[in-house]
């Protein structure tokens, strides 16, 4: 049988000879704005990043209430997973255009 990929929903990037999840990928050229989303609890999403996903799923605050909280889950952990992916290839577009300029 062959290994299950070990990121999240199965999207992982090989970095330094390993595997990890795309949530979990230090960039060389990322910026430290400095926000923080506040949480209600450990183990819960922020209210900007749920209604931020509920917005850009094109839900009414009605449908979204009626969501079971896996749904909701997936779609959040979904959007970090795109936004990872996005980074990751700004982060490379990056490096290909040093490499360019040598």
Do not use: F, P
């Given at each position: 049988?062959?290994?299950q990929p070990s990121g999240f929903l199965g999207v992982?990037?090989?970095q330094d000879n390993s595997e990890?999840?795309?949530t979990e990928v230090e960039l060389e050229h990322g910026l430290t704005t400095g926000i923080t989303l506040k949480?209600?609890?450990v183990d819960l999403v922020p209210l900007y990043?749920?209604?931020s996903t509920r917005?850009?799923?094109k839900y009414t605050m009605a449908?979204?209430?009626e969501l079971p909280s896996f749904e909701k889950a997936i779609m959040v952990a979904t959007r970090r997973i795109e936004r990872s992916c996005d980074n990751i290839q700004a982060e490379a577009s990056i490096k290909e255009s040093k490499r360019m300029k040598r």
């Open positions: 049988m062959s290994k992982t990037v090989n990890k999840s795309v949480k209600l609890g990043e749920e209604h917005v850009a799923y449908e979204w209430d």
